[in-house]
């Protein structure tokens, strides 16, 4: 259904997902040093191999601001590893920011936008959600 409709996905790999590696897509030379692997999977799962029959792309990341590998599942094929992993990070910042601004008292974050003005809601944004002194 996904497919039909265009749509792709990029999802932290957890640790219960069973799968098989297919094929390992090359690492081109001049990557990006924090892309460790590129392949291509299917899920082997009891349940989870019929709800998905379509092959999956695993890539896997170091994060060095964490000193973690991170393991991302899409369906998307074509954008190269570096880009999946900008994009997941880039949805990451999202959500951290939107978890703060869950801890924020409305007023002070309502207030904040005020002051930018309607034209530059999300510079205010922007702004508000990075940390003092950056």
């Known amino acids: 259904m996904l497919k039909n409709r265009r749509c792709f996905f ?11 590696s297919v094929k390992e897509n090359p690492l081109p030379d001049n990557r990006h040093q924090h892309i ?9 799962g009891n349940q989870t191999k019929n709800k998905y029959t379509k092959k999956l792309r695993r890539i ?3 994060d060095a601001e964490n000193k973690q590998e991170i393991e991302l599942i899409t369906n998307q094929f074509t954008w190269t590893a570096n880009t999946i992993s900008e994009l997941y990070k880039a949805r990451w ?16 974050f309502y207030r904040n936008i005020r002051k930018c003005g309607y034209d530059t809601n999300m ?7 990075r940390p003092k002194g950056t």
């Not at 999802?11 to 098989?20: E, G, L, P, T, W």
């Not at 460790?36 to 082997?44: G, H, R, S, V, W």
């Open 10 to 20: 990029v999802i932290r790999h957890k640790d219960n997902i069973d799968f098989r």
């Open 60 to 62: 896997a990341v170091w």
């Open 36 to 44: 460790l692997i590129d392949e291509t999977i299917e899920l082997t």
């Open 123 to 129: 510079d205010c944004v922007n702004s508000y959600s």
């Open 93 to 108: 910042q999202v959500e951290i920011f939107f978890r703060e601004k869950a801890a924020t008292p409305y007023k002070i």
